[in-house]
């Protein structure tokens, strides 16, 4: 464990409530409310070593880390799952080292770090979703120095940006960008949903809930707060659509949920599964419910 | 394994900080604070700001109320923060009045709007204006008084560049971020 200590009296170890230290909790503490205060806008600050590989949402982990208080009830979610090894492993992590109460109900949960999807279940006031971030620079694609993309984002200097999306355009004749797709956040800043299907998009519009942002190797913090305006980039002729494929999931025959596509026998046929299990799994009580 | 004996300085901290991740991303609601060890001149809510975000980068702006040794030794024990003038500042305490005209306080600069200073406003003992709100946070147009609130307004024009405020009363806390649209309700006589 980092930075323990040692109770001399009763010879018992005192651990940091949620493993960070307390100095690199007020830093990120600090990157996180500046972070609130300027929606969209991301905040460099400190990383510090975890004991997982980047990639495994490290930055996702030091801010909730940061946030975790003792009567948190924690969701953690890869791809919508609850049951995935990176999932199991930071909900563990946390388990051990906050000794926080867990669920798999979106719902229940007063925080919830994400990879990859935010849950279907509309989220309430004061929940916290915190958001794994691999590369939190829309520009990165368009301008690989950090001093350009800075300067890009202080004059709001966004014009690359459309001209990408619309030679996919011209190109394809629709937007390409399937996941990660850009959005301008309180009409300021360009920011980078994490890698998110555009489906869920709309979904960090006006939400009542607190969305923080980590990026654990590229050291930075953003966040949207609640009842933001969130725009994903689009053209007056080809405005944005949040598109899903146009099936039905094959376990609670939701329609209105994002799905995953499974090869079910070995002859190659194709089934669609909701990806978020915990709604899947409501949405099937619920239709046991009606057949009762 | 069921009970972790974590230390109570990182439960509280992180109950406290909890309450500023609320009162900061819902603008112009009142958020609660537990009571601390503080100095007396210092409302609990204000000395909370300070020991959960202060460490020794942090430059603390006290004015002439709060500057006291009685300040200044908690502080400095509890967060190693440093003592500095209003142009420094990366936190700031004081009454409205004393703390006027804001604009030596630094808002930032376009490529980092962060490194700007956060204002924690003590008492409620200042001219109060009805005005609404809105902005990020706010579900609904809210109705609040505020000091002077042309200079929020000021303020707002900045942005992304700007204060954040934070004003403090006992076991309060309520925010007032820089990008909080401010209009003034007309008094009525
Ligand atoms: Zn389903």
């Given at each position: 464990?980092?930075?323990?200590?040692?109770?001399?009296?009763?010879?018992?170890?005192?651990?940091?409530?949620?493993?960070?230290?307390?100095?690199?909790?007020?830093?990120?503490?600090?990157?996180?409310?500046?972070?609130?205060?300027?929606?969209?806008?991301?905040?460099?600050?400190?990383?510090?070593?975890?004991?997982?590989?980047?990639?495994?949402?490290?930055?996702?982990?030091?801010?909730?880390?940061?946030?975790?208080?003792?009567?948190?009830?924690?969701?953690?979610?890869?791809?919508?799952?609850?049951?995935?090894?990176?999932?199991?492993?930071?909900?563990?992590?946390?388990?051990?080292?906050?000794?926080?109460?867990?669920?798999?109900?979106?719902?229940?949960?007063?925080?919830?770090?994400?990879?990859?999807?935010?849950?279907?279940?509309?989220?309430?006031?004061?929940?916290?979703?915190?958001?794994?971030?691999?590369?939190?620079?829309?520009?990165?694609?368009?301008?690989?120095?950090?001093?350009?993309?800075?300067?890009?984002?202080?004059?709001?200097?966004?014009?690359?940006?459309?001209?990408?999306?619309?030679?996919?355009?011209?190109?394809?004749?629709?937007?390409?960008?399937?996941?990660?797709?850009?959005?301008?956040?309180?009409?300021?800043?360009?920011?980078?949903?994490?890698?998110?299907?555009?489906?869920?998009?709309?979904?960090?519009?006006?939400?009542?809930?607190?969305?923080?942002?980590?990026?654990?190797?590229?050291?930075?913090?953003?966040?949207?707060?609640?009842?933001?305006?969130?725009?994903?980039?689009?053209?007056?002729?080809?405005?944005?659509?949040?598109?899903?494929?146009?099936?039905?999931?094959?376990?609670?025959?939701?329609?209105?949920?994002?799905?995953?596509?499974?090869?079910?026998?070995?002859?190659?046929?194709?089934?669609?599964?909701?990806?978020?299990?915990?709604?899947?799994?409501?949405?099937?009580?619920?239709?046991?419910?009606?057949?009762? | 394994?069921?009970?972790?004996?974590?230390?109570?300085?990182?439960?509280?901290?992180?109950?406290?900080?909890?309450?500023?991740?609320?009162?900061?991303?819902?603008?112009?609601?009142?958020?609660?604070?537990?009571?601390?060890?503080?100095?007396?001149?210092?409302?609990?809510?204000?000395?909370?700001?300070?020991?959960?975000?202060?460490?020794?980068?942090?430059?603390?702006?006290?004015?002439?109320?709060?500057?006291?040794?009685?300040?200044?030794?908690?502080?400095?024990?509890?967060?190693?923060?440093?003592?500095?003038?209003?142009?420094?500042?990366d936190f700031v305490i004081g009454t409205w009045k004393s703390l006027l005209p804001l604009n030596e306080f630094k808002i930032g600069v376009p490529e980092y709007p962060e490194r700007s200073a956060t204002l924690i406003i003590e008492e409620t003992k200042y001219k109060k204006v009805k005005c609404n709100i809105d902005g990020p946070g706010i579900k609904n147009k809210l109705n609040i008084d505020l000091p002077n609130p042309e200079l929020f307004i000021e303020n707002n024009n900045l942005y992304p560049l700007g204060l954040d405020f934070y004003f403090t009363n006992d076991l309060e806390i309520l925010s007032i971020p820089r990008s909080t649209k401010i209009n003034i309700i007309k008094s009525e006589h």
């Amino acid at each position: 464990m980092n930075e323990m200590s040692k109770n001399e009296n009763l010879d018992i170890q005192i651990y940091n409530f949620a493993y960070l230290d307390e100095n690199t909790k007020r830093m990120i503490r600090r990157a996180l409310l500046k972070a609130l205060c300027i929606p969209g806008y991301q905040v460099p600050f400190s990383s510090r070593e975890m004991p997982m590989p980047y990639g495994w949402g490290t930055g996702g982990i030091q801010v909730t880390s940061a946030c975790l208080i003792p009567k948190d009830i924690l969701k953690v979610i890869d791809q919508g799952a609850d049951d995935t090894t990176n999932a199991v492993s930071i909900r563990k992590f946390f388990q051990k080292t906050a000794n926080v109460a867990v669920t798999e109900k979106t719902s229940d949960a007063s925080l919830i770090q994400t990879r990859h999807r935010i849950p279907e279940t509309k989220l309430k006031e004061k929940q916290i979703l915190v958001y794994q971030v691999p590369i939190p620079e829309p520009l990165r694609f368009l301008e690989p120095r950090e001093t350009e993309t800075r300067k890009m984002h202080a004059l709001s200097e966004y014009g690359l940006m459309y001209v990408k999306l619309y030679e996919d355009i011209a190109k394809h004749g629709h937007i390409e960008t399937a996941y990660a797709y850009p959005v301008k956040t309180n009409g300021n800043y360009v920011t980078d949903p994490s890698p998110i299907p555009k489906f869920d998009n709309p979904k960090m519009n006006n939400s009542p809930a607190i969305q923080l942002f980590g990026a654990g190797r590229e050291q930075r913090i953003y966040a949207i707060p609640p009842y933001t305006n969130v725009k994903s980039l689009d053209f007056e002729d080809y405005p944005f659509e949040a598109m899903k494929a146009n099936f039905k999931c094959s376990i609670c025959g939701s329609s209105d949920s994002y799905l995953d596509e499974i090869i079910v026998s070995d002859d190659g046929k194709r089934s669609y599964i909701c990806s978020d299990t915990d709604y899947c799994k409501e949405q099937t009580k619920l239709n046991s419910k009606k057949e009762d | 394994m069921e009970n972790y004996p974590f230390s109570e300085n990182s439960i509280n901290s992180s109950i406290a900080f909890r309450s500023l991740v609320n009162a900061t991303s819902y603008p112009g609601r009142t958020f609660q604070i537990n009571k601390l060890n503080k100095p007396s001149v210092l409302s609990n809510a204000a000395a909370t700001i300070l020991i959960t975000l202060c460490d020794n980068e942090s430059n603390v702006y006290l004015s002439k109320e709060y500057n006291t040794e009685e300040v200044r030794n908690w502080l400095i024990f509890n967060t190693g923060a440093i003592i500095s003038n209003k142009k420094n500042a990366d936190f700031v305490i004081g009454t409205w009045k004393s703390l006027l005209p804001l604009n030596e306080f630094k808002i930032g600069v376009p490529e980092y709007p962060e490194r700007s200073a956060t204002l924690i406003i003590e008492e409620t003992k200042y001219k109060k204006v009805k005005c609404n709100i809105d902005g990020p946070g706010i579900k609904n147009k809210l109705n609040i008084d505020l000091p002077n609130p042309e200079l929020f307004i000021e303020n707002n024009n900045l942005y992304p560049l700007g204060l954040d405020f934070y004003f403090t009363n006992d076991l309060e806390i309520l925010s007032i971020p820089r990008s909080t649209k401010i209009n003034i309700i007309k008094s009525e006589h």
